[in-house]
């Protein structure tokens, strides 16, 4: 009859301790014997693959010798065509998928610069001079792209910071993101003032039984067409929210904290 064994190694190294090699100690070579082999070298190379799965990745490092910019807004692309244009490297850090993010993403259809543009425009590339005193949302956003172009800018988007730290022994900063740990002498942090929304807690509000949003997902008055629609706030995007419900056939009233001189 056919003789067959397992034996594990007496003294081996294991990397990983959940993982084994099998030895199978074959007398000859008949289907039963090699049904055995077959299936345990099967499931040697199944436990391999599943070791390897299971390792920790290793954090990539990756050194920058010129800043870290976090944030592809308009003040980030700004730091960064100074940069080009003096010859010095970047890197610079996005956590979404696009440039300007907060304007594309977050921002109702009707918004404008409130500002005239020749104050609003950035560093060594104003705006076309085909566009209005108050250029709209979607002008400003086909300027930063076109910005971004010029200056041969290309950000690394999907990347999130996760910690931004100094060094005192190396002096560098040590930027984490998901995937990579990026260092260099200089950090400029360019998020924004508005990147995250500021929901007021009013008392009683968790009693209403109607729809409750903040203005960074208000797109359209379209949707409020002859609803009530209480807005509080009075500054540029309250007001601006009031004139879009109105034009389109809704009723708003506007709450304001203070007296509107």
């Excluded at 910071?161 to 360019?190: H, I």
């Excluded at 995250?196 to 067409?225: Q, W």
């Excluded at 109105?246 to 709450?255: E, L, S, T």
Aim: net charge positive.
């Amino acid at each position: 009859p056919t003789s067959y064994s397992f034996k594990f190694p007496q003294e081996t190294e294991v990397p990983n301790p959940p993982l084994f090699t099998f030895q199978l100690l074959i007398n000859s070579l008949s289907p039963f014997s090699c049904y055995y082999y077959n299936f345990f070298l099967s499931l040697s190379i199944y436990l391999t693959y599943m070791g390897s799965c299971n390792k920790p990745q290793q954090q990539q490092q990756q050194h920058v010798q010129g800043p870290i910019i976090i944030g592809a807004g308009p003040s980030g692309l700004a730091v960064a065509a100074c940069l080009s244009e003096h010859k010095v490297p970047f890197v610079i850090l996005e956590r979404h998928n696009c440039i300007a993010s907060l304007w594309q993403n977050k921002t109702y259809d009707r918004l404008k610069l409130h500002l005239p543009k020749q104050f609003c425009e950035l560093p060594l590339k104003g705006f076309p001079h085909t566009f209005p005193k108050y250029p709209t949302k979607y002008q400003f956003i086909s300027y930063m792209e076109s910005y971004a172009s010029h200056f041969n800018i290309h950000p690394i988007f999907n990347q999130t910071v996760e910690s931004a730290d100094f060094d005192k022994g190396s002096k560098v900063w040590v930027v984490k993101t998901q995937e990579v740990d990026y260092s260099s002498r200089w950090l400029v942090v360019a998020t924004g003032e508005n990147a995250e929304p500021v929901v007021p807690r009013i008392h009683g509000m968790e009693l209403f039984n109607g729809d409750v949003a903040h203005t960074s997902v208000y797109k359209s008055g379209s949707e409020y067409r002859n609803k009530k629609v209480l807005v509080i706030g009075c500054g540029n995007s309250g007001m601006e929210v009031c004139l879009d419900l109105c034009r389109h056939n809704a009723k708003p009233k506007m709450v304001a904290r203070n007296t509107v001189r």
